[in-house]
T-cell receptor, first 118, second 114 residues
Framework: AQTVTQSQPEMSVQEAETVTLSCTYDTSESDYYLFWYKQPPSRQMILVIRQEAYKQQNATENRFSVNFQKAAKSFSLKISDSQLGDAAMYFCAYRSRTSGGSNYKLTFGKGTLLTVNP | DSGVTQTPKHLITATGQRVTLRCSPRSGDLSVYWYQQSLDQGLQFLIQYYNGEERAKGNILERFSAQQFPDLHSELNLSSLELGDSALYFC?????????????FGPGTRLTVT
């Protein structure tokens, strides 16, 4: 079974600085998706960024980028120029690309609570 | 706004009771997923429906059931409620059922069992 581990329950960053959130995962599959979701105090789950395992290039979305290390099964999120609105719980998630069964479900880590200090 | 709606936003009920949570997927989406977010278990997949048919089951208790109706909205029924069922219940929808389809989350229903 796939597992996702976020080893940092809480992180903090100064406004305008850069922070990196860590995520490791375990899977025997070779083709899959990895995601970072943001959950602000409103509780809405918002997709931040997505990485396809077969792509070697790291995904980037504006101030958000990932460092995907497939061999190490590591998928970290870097937030540059942090803003107060980035304060939220961040979840790393995995989804298989293999057809069948419950493979289309998202498997989430426990989350990292990010605080942004003014 | 993801386009997925869930009602009610909040629900407070007593142990032993039964409740129904409702989800309307994004227009055109055929697949609906239910997830439970609790303090001790984190975010867990419960069940998936595609075009009215159950497609996959996760860690869903026997006291819980779900269905997807012809108009594609879905309901999650929780019965014989226990204190431990208190959680945030999310519905997500996607256009198809395959792995390439993005899942869009609703705002969730917060269930409190007293």
């Amino acid at each position: 079974a796939q597992t996702v581990t976020q080893s940092q329950p809480e992180m903090s960053v100064q406004e305008a600085e850069t922070v990196t959130l860590s995520c490791t995962y375990d899977t025997s599959e070779s083709d899959y998706y990895l995601f970072w979701y943001k959950q602000p105090p409103s509780r809405q789950m918002i997709l931040v960024i997505r990485q396809e395992a077969y792509k070697q290039q790291n995904a980037t979305e504006n101030r958000f980028s990932v460092n995907f290390q497939k061999a190490a099964k590591s998928f970290s999120l870097k937030i540059s120029d942090s803003q107060l609105g980035d304060a939220a719980m961040y979840f790393c998630a995995y989804r298989s690309r293999t057809s069948g069964g419950s493979n289309y479900k998202l498997t989430f880590g426990k989350g990292t609570l990010l605080t942004v200090n003014p | 706004d993801s386009g997925v709606t869930q009602t009610p936003k909040h629900l407070i009920t007593a142990t032993g009771q039964r409740v129904t949570l409702r989800c309307s997927p994004r227009s055109g989406d055929l697949s609906v997923y239910w997830y439970q977010q609790s303090l001790d278990q984190g975010l867990q997949f419960l069940i998936q429906y595609y075009n009215g048919e159950e497609r996959a089951k996760g860690n869903i208790l026997e006291r819980f059931s779900a269905q997807q109706f012809p108009d594609l909205h879905s309901e999650l029924n929780l019965s014989s409620l226990e204190l431990g069922d208190s959680a945030l219940y999310f519905c997500a929808s996607s256009a198809g059922q395959g792995p390439t389809y993005e899942q869009y989350f609703g705002p969730g229903t917060r269930l409190t069992v007293t």
